[in-house]
């Protein structure tokens, strides 16, 4: 059985070692990436986007967009939890959901997310959700064939 435990920065998912997540961990991360969402700062696209990372460690660290008037300057959810994750120590990832207002197609990560995400593997799922809890599961590498690399 999952378990979430709240926590100031992070929260904790038990799901048990599969790669595999269990469909009640997808929906939590996909929930929590809908909670976070409520929290984007996009005065200025009007455009709410909210992400939960899971850890190999089953750690939960979450994002969402925060924009700036110097549109560059801005950060997008995906790259706010990753940041967040691996300030803490945590580099290998089993999951990412990201959700957003947008109800007719599934959120996609822009390509300079996908980029960010592949620093950190191919092979670990991405789960483009509706407000509606529908997701579509990807994995990085699916996102980002044939991505740069040193």
Not at 37 to 55: D, I
Not at 57 to 83: D, H, K, M
Not at 129 to 136: E, H, L, Q, T, V
Request: charged share 25%; aromatic share 10%.
């Amino acid at each position: 059985m999952d378990q979430v435990k709240f926590n100031v920065e992070a929260m904790h998912i038990k799901d048990h070692g599969s790669r595999q997540l269990s469909q009640e961990t997808v929906q939590k991360l996909i929930s929590q990436s809908q909670e976070v969402k409520e929290q984007a700062y996009c005065p200025y696209s009007k455009f709410r986007v909210g992400a939960a990372l899971l850890t190999r460690e089953n750690r939960v660290f979450t994002g969402c967009n925060v924009e700036n008037a110097c549109y560059n300057l801005g950060l997008c959810a995906e790259r706010n939890a990753i940041s967040k994750a691996v300030s803490e120590g945590y580099r290998h990832f089993k999951a990412i959901a990201i959700a957003s207002d947008v109800d007719d197609q599934f959120i996609s990560p822009c390509g300079g997310c996908r980029q960010f995400m592949r620093e950190f593997g191919p092979n670990w799922d991405v789960y483009l959700s509706k407000p509606d809890g529908s997701y579509r599961k990807m994995t990085v590498d699916e996102l980002l064939p044939g991505p740069f690399s040193l």
